[in-house]
Nanobody
Framework: QVQLVESGGGLVQAGGSLRLSCAAS????????MGWFRQAPGKEREFVAA????????YYADSVKGRFTIARDGAKNTVYLQMNSLKPEDTAVYYC????????????????WGQGTQVTVSS
């Protein structure tokens, strides 16, 4: 059983940056592809970014491409989401997910989820 704990969310002005972290425990981190998803009030959960088990492959939603970067640190069992040039429409709860997948954009393909961290971008 894998446990995921996100951190790093907060309130930031438009154009600012945040770095989210997701610490994994209880499993073999290197077995899992990792993803970040987000959900805004009244909207469905949507894909943001994903990274393969090795870290050699990364995938991004078109809405964040060029602004967000996903990375993983095997020594720390942690995946990161660096978010730059933030926009008000990036406001959402951000979730980390782990699964035996390679860069999937589909929430249902992930087996484990964190509790989420709130990101609010003011205009």
């Amino acid at each position: 059983q894998v446990q995921l704990v996100e951190s790093g969310g907060g309130l930031v002005q438009a154009g600012g940056s945040l770095r989210l972290s997701c610490a994994a425990s209880g499993g073999t981190f290197s077995r899992y592809g990792m993803g970040w998803f987000r959900q805004a009030p009244g909207k469905e959960r949507e894909f943001v970014a994903a990274i393969t088990r090795s870290g050699g492959g990364t995938y991004y939603a078109d809405s964040v491409k060029g602004r967000f970067t996903i990375a993983r640190d095997g020594a720390k069992n942690t995946v990161y989401l660096q978010m730059n040039s933030l926009k008000p429409e990036d406001t959402a709860v951000y979730y980390c997910a782990a699964g035996l997948v390679a860069g999937s954009t589909v929430p249902g393909r992930y087996d484990y989820w964190g509790q989420g961290t709130q990101v609010t971008v003011s205009s």
